[in-house]
């Protein structure tokens, strides 16, 4: 390791420590994580038996988890439904009447539904599917904007077994129609339109050109929103409300093995193809649950406000299954944070007393943008807990985030992915706190730091995130290619590799340094995107910065730049060295960009995610691959 390298890990190392409040421990249901986790580890089958029964089984189960490395059963045997878990465990209770989901749309509508009427609409939902001849392991596909639609869908599929397969609808025609003919979906859920930023975004077509070379699709239900309706053409298309009209609102859910799958999620990996991530009923159901709960210390009077899609990951874990399974009322607005203006959010917090608040960095840093004069025009003193949830945080960012919500109110820096259905490295509300670390493993998680071999790493070295036990919400298979769910267990021997570059600290502290994939070797030393990311988005006169590794002669690989400037700011060849000369200050000699170019905006995916293998592409004259997940 060269002496450049060293200077650059220790200017990472972020000696800040944000202890919490007393008030926020007090108020914990964890107080003492060391403790718990060292129990929770000790034995982590009786750890999840524990937690799994304070939710809802039809048969209670013979085993705990039966682990053939690296396929895992959990809860062998035992039936249950996480539809059931999410509404009728409350309805048999006073929370019968209280507020599940509060919508909020982008026309400024408002839309209440309590737990007893969600489960009524749920109900008529999986009557309709029934309807349909829709059975136990049949794929739906949900094409919806964001719309409370999308949350009965999918809870009406889980209902009787029904797999869902939720498409973000950004998606275009080619991406929608790869992952209808993957799935084989009978049913195509989708609406009319969607609204982003007041433009209006024809769905329908989207959906018809999809379609129109998918055999397998009977059906496409739409909700209609606009007014005169759009004409459907019967009997292939029906309407929404006509479709749920004649059917009552109670249908049993139905009592599935534990292991029953629940959804395919498509997300993308290093390659072109999407990729089917499979999750199953029971110990989805159990590790979302856990996790919503002690994160966000969810308690019965919080308002939860997620700002996630349910189309990513984000928004099924934690918009819709883990806060149902707790019982919250959670808040979701259609939309985007900067309009109608950027204090939108912060005009939602206060209007609806929301309590907890969880969004991304991406999303802090566009707010940053706009300045602190947004959030400071509202009252944000219900807030309780934050969240942030995608990528690493970069530590200016998150002390803009920390202060202007009031300066005391803990970041829960969740560390997860698609393929682990739940947040398995991230802070709990009593635990210290070091802005820009996920801090350590959830309870009964066991994760680690290694190099290629598998061999942990001592503190302070770079290397592979890896988990290694298995947890009750992993994905259980990859839809049609259990090959490639292999590699993520074979490429390091005996644990889960995730393909995150990280460290441990002296106090085992994780940090999260991006993709094994955006590792950047400049001269034989390693360097992560996300830390000259965050060294240039440190710098007063940018809002956003996206860096990739371009061949160099000499050194392997150069570092190039992408920078977005703050509104006001000004390209000039006095600004470009400033950005360097900040860096080497930031970071030291190796990790000064080479090239930086200003630009207007940088190549994300739906969730926020910069894509740079697009931007490598681009600049390196080659196919950029699948790029049906980019937004702009
Ligand atoms: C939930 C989600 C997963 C990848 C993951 C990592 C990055 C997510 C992060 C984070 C650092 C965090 N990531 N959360 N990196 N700190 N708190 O984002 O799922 O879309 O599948 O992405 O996102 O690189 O490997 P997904």
Known sequence: MGHDEKALESLMRGDRVVSPTAATTAAAYIQDYDAE???SIADPEAFWDRIAKELEWFTPWRKVLDWNYPW?????????????????????????????????GEQGEERIFTYGELARQVNRCANALKALGLKQGDRVTIYLPKIPEQIVAMLACARIGVIHSVVYSGFSAPALESRIKDAESRLVITADVGYDRSKVIKLKPVVDQAVANCGSVETVVVVRREKPGIALAAPKEVDWDDWLAGEKPVC????????????????????????GVVHVHGGYMVGTYLTTKYVFDLKDNDVYFCVADPGWVTGHSYIVYGPLLNGATILTAEGK????????????????????????????RLLMKYGEEWPRKYDLSSLRILGSVGEPINPEAWEWYHRVTGGTKPIMDTWWQTETGMILITPLPSVPLKPGSATRPFLGVEADVVDRTGKPLPANEGGFAVITKPWPAMMRTIYKDPDRYLTYWHTIPNCYTAGDVCRKDDDGYFWFMGRADDVIK?????????????????????????????PHKTAGEAIKAFVILKQGEHESPELIQGLKDHVLQELGKIAVPQEIDIVPS???TRSGKIMRRVLKAKELGQDPGDISTIEE
């Open 37 to 39: 986790y060292r129990r």
């Open 72 to 104: 895992a059963k959990w809860f062998v045997g035992a039936t249950c439904n996480i539809s059931y878990n999410c509404l009728d465990r409350h309805l048999n209770g006073w929370r019968k009447n209280k507020v599940a989901v509060i919508w909020v």
């Open 252 to 275: 049993e859910a139905v009592p599935l093995d534990a292991e029953t799958p629940l959804y395919i999620l498509y997300t993308s990996g290093t390659t072109g193809k999407p990729k």
């Open 337 to 364: 944070p900067d309009y109608p203006n950027p204090g939108r959010w912060w005009n939602l917090i206060e209007r609806y007393g929301v309590s907890i608040f969880y969004t991304t960095p991406t999303a802090v």
């Open 522 to 550: 400049v001269a034989g030393n390693r360097i992560g995107t996300a830390e000259v990311e965050s060294a240039l988005v440190s710098h007063p006169a940018v809002a956003e910065a996206a860096v990739i590794g371009k």
């Open 602 to 604: 940088l190549p994300k």
